[in-house]
């Protein structure tokens, strides 16, 4: 019996989730460490749901510090079977305007020191993540987004930078010319792991800016992103809580076979120890 089927992965400005009942708020361990703040469960719309904010409260943790392995594995630990993360991002384009929400289908990884799988030191296993977003989850998150919130955009490229500092002007111009629509700091290696842990995974972001490749706008700061972020959180929270009770229970897509063609390493060759640390994960392929 899991203790949550649903997770939602708050990011910059959304640590908390009204109307949460039965909460408990665990303390968990991983293999990989701790998560980035106590994980709290309950009980919304008739699911059981997980909260955790990325960030930890009072927004402790720097993107490239995030203990994003432990995250993920603290969530599948608990069941959970489908995330939907939360993020603030910039705009890379004209018509993906500040206040408006993107539900993005793809992702450009500029991230550069991080560690982006579970299995770093073995078993060999190479995903299929040519479309890192859950496309069921995804496109309900798109329809319950777009009948509370009528700025919200289907699909679109998220540029994932590795930050802190925000990009120079010629790196925004670049991501543009790259078909980058979106620009944040922290969906990547979230959306791997989730794959490599065959959890389906779906992001809410909410636009705050221009970034800096807009002549006309001043350049993104601090301030313009809290601001903005505010008037934001509530729409956000709104969106995450009507589609906990839409999601359905169980899933019709590939996520939850995502390991199955993946391991290359034969399985009488697997590490006893590796075996011992990711038998959450992959277990039921040894
Ligand atoms: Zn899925």
Known sequence: MSTAQIAIIG????????????????????????????????????????????????????????????????LKTLGVEKIISVSA??????????????????????????TQSFFENGPTVH???????????????????SSLHSKTHE???????????????????????????IIGMTALPEAKLAREAEICYSTLACV?????WRDSTEVVSVDMVVANLNKNVETAKRIVETIVAKIPMGRNCDCENALKDSILTARNSVDSKALEKLGLIISKYM
């Open 127 to 145: 995903i299929s993540f040519s479309d890192p977003y859950c496309p069921s989850l995804s496109q309900l998150l798109f329809q319950t987004a």
């Open 155 to 181: 699909g679109g490229t998220m540029v994932v930078m590795e930050g802190p500092a925000f990009s120079t002007k010629a790196e925004s111009h670049m991501y543009r010319t790259w078909g980058g629509d």
């Open 11 to 74: 990011g910059s400005g959304l640590y908390d989730l009204q109307g949460l009942t039965n909460i408990n708020e665990i303390d968990m361990q991983t293999p990989f460490g701790k998560p980035s703040d106590t994980i709290v469960t309950g009980e919304l719309g008739g699911k059981k749901v997980a909260f955790l904010p990325r960030h930890g409260r009072g927004h402790r943790i720097p993107p490239t510090s995030l203990p994003v392995r432990a995250n993920i594995y603290a």
């Open 208 to 212: 705050t800016d221009y970034d800096c």
């Open 89 to 114: 991002v910039g705009s890379l384009r004209e018509e993906f305007k500040p206040l408006d929400m993107v539900v993005p289908h793809q992702l450009i990884d500029r991230t550069y020191s991080r």
